[in-house]
């Protein structure tokens, strides 16, 4: 079975606070996702990656970046937290071949 | 644009009362569409995967279709179980996922 596992199920930081999502998968896929969900906009893209070191941005990367040094694991950076980045932070991974994303628990964020 | 719009927002049901779920798209070059299930603070859960137009998947009482412009999931004979948000997905040519925003659903016995 797929396992995508998140740091953190639940978070709680300060405005300004630097902040680290960190998400590994165990299936040696070549992609990984970040996405962040919200009452009424539903699942939105922030970050993806294809391979190790790289990095694309998805629809709302603003206040976001991304790290990825080894295949199984992605890291989601908050610079600079701010409240309307409280949100439920969910990773997810596929591979190339078959496109199905499979997702962690999330990881809930509360930025005070 | 890629769009992505889910159908109802919310849909209440009784144990047993069979019912569809909507998801119409517009992308350039549809290259999969997936189902997925959400339980209440958890990650979404992988469903299904349809490609093409006509095509059909099954898992007990949920199937899923697929037509050019939408694909429908069927629920036959619910239980309280199946009650959850039910995500749709579509492929976009750069090789990520546009999702709507959902449908919840709930089956009271």
């Known amino acids: 079975d797929v396992k995508v596992t998140q740091s953190s199920r639940y978070l709680v930081k300060r405005t300004g606070e630097k902040v680290f999502l960190e998400c590994v998968q165990d299936m040696d896929h070549e992609n990984m996702f970040w996405y962040r969900q919200d009452p009424g906009l539903g699942l939105r893209l922030i970050y993806f990656?294809?391979?190790?070191?790289?990095?694309e941005k998805g629809d709302i990367p603003e206040g976001y970046s991304v790290s990825r040094e080894k295949k199984e694991r992605f890291s989601l950076i908050l610079e600079s937290a701010s409240t309307n980045q409280t949100s439920m932070y969910l990773c997810?991974?596929?591979?190339?071949?078959?496109?199905?994303?499979?997702f962690g628990p999330g990881t809930r964020l509360l930025v005070l | 644009e890629d769009q992505v719009t889910q159908s109802p927002e919310a849909l209440r049901l009784q144990e047993g009362e069979s019912s569809s779920l909507n998801c119409s798209y517009t992308v350039s070059g549809l290259r999969g569409l997936f189902w997925y299930r959400q339980d209440p603070g958890k990650g979404p859960e992988f469903l299904f995967t349809?490609?093409?137009a006509g095509e059909e998947k099954e898992k007990e009482r949920l199937k899923a279709t697929l037509t050019k412009k939408e694909s429908f999931l069927h629920i036959t004979a619910p239980k309280p179980e199946d009650s959850a948000t039910y995500l749709c997905a579509v492929l976009r040519s750069q090789g990520n996922l546009i999702f709507g925003k959902g449908t919840k659903l709930s089956v009271k016995p």
């Open positions: 990656s294809y391979d190790v070191k790289m990095k």
């Open positions: 997810a991974s596929s591979s190339t071949g078959a496109k199905t994303q499979y």
């Open positions: 349809l490609y093409s």
